[in-house]
């Protein structure tokens, strides 16, 4: 079972990025798909669902400017991240879950908003 991030970097403040999470080893269209992310030196935090058929969720610092989709054909999940902020800047993690809340996790992004 692997999880695979990519898609961050450094972006300027007001700019976008999108990420990916690629799939692999287990029944992924059955699962619901999280971004969570970690600012240096504190905790993690949830940032979006997208469920097996398709309802998200979003903490409420990213709506109406972050979007999570998926493909299922492709067992790979995005987040769309527009009007990105300094205080957006974390290590951004994709994780799935079915009974168990976060069963598999991804390596991590680091994503950057600065001038």
């Known amino acids: 079972m692997e999880l695979e991030e990519s898609g961050g970097g450094l972006v300027q403040p007001g700019g976008s990025l999108t990420l990916s999470c690629a799939a692999s080893?287990?029944?992924?269209?059955?699962?619901?798909m999280s971004w969570l992310r970690r600012v240096s030196g504190q905790g993690l935090a949830w940032v979006a669902d997208?469920?097996?058929?398709?309802?998200?969720t979003y903490v409420d610092s990213v709506k109406g400017r972050f979007t999570i989709s998926r493909d299922n054909a492709k067992n790979t999940v995005y987040l769309q991240m527009n009007s990105l902020k300094p205080d957006d800047t974390a290590v951004y993690y994709c994780?799935?879950?079915?009974?168990?809340?976060?069963?598999?996790w991804g390596q991590g992004t680091q994503v950057t908003v600065s001038s």
């Open positions: 994780a799935a879950g079915d009974l168990e809340r976060y069963r598999y």
């Open positions: 080893g287990f029944a992924f269209s059955s699962y619901t």
């Open positions: 997208i469920t097996g058929g398709g309802p998200t």
